[in-house]
């Protein structure tokens, strides 16, 4: 389930088309920024993401700790009121629910939520 969660924050957005203008500037949750990993006890398909202050960031999956086949990702991401809102570049955007509790980021996409602890 979660790759299917995965692939579908890969394509979602080819299909959701939203643009941003260059001057609007992004709401930033500070306590996002880093490095964030997947906690699983698997080494197969593990879920990274990186948050930058700049408001931009990526996505890459690691199989035994060398990101798969698919590279990583990149997009721009804001935050306002529990959800963050993240652009892929002319792929459009999709909008998560998030939480960050005890050092930990749940990040929920219809019903599915990953949970990810910063590296």
């Keep these: 389930m979660k ?3 995965f692939m579908l924050a890969m394509i979602l957005p080819m299909f959701i088309l ?3 203008s260059k ?3 992004p709401n930033i949750d500070g306590q996002l920024v880093g490095i964030w990993e997947e906690d699983t ?3 197969l398909e593990v879920f ?3 948050l930058k202050e700049d408001g931009t960031g990526c996505q890459w999956a690691e199989d035994y700790g060398k990101i798969d086949e698919y590279g990583k990702s990149y997009f721009a991401w804001s935050t306002s009121g529990g ?3 993240v652009i ?3 792929d459009g955007s999709m909008t998560m629910d998030y939480a960050i509790r005890n050092g930990k ?3 929920s996409y219809e019903d599915e939520t990953i949970t990810y602890v910063k590296k």
């Design 105 to 107: 980021l749940y990040a």
């Design 83 to 85: 959800k963050i809102t």
């Design 88 to 90: 892929h570049e002319n």
């Design 23 to 25: 001057d609007d500037e």
């Design 3 to 5: 790759k299917v969660v």
């Design 18 to 20: 939203s643009s941003c």
């Design 41 to 43: 006890n698997s080494e």
């Design 48 to 50: 990274c993401i990186e």
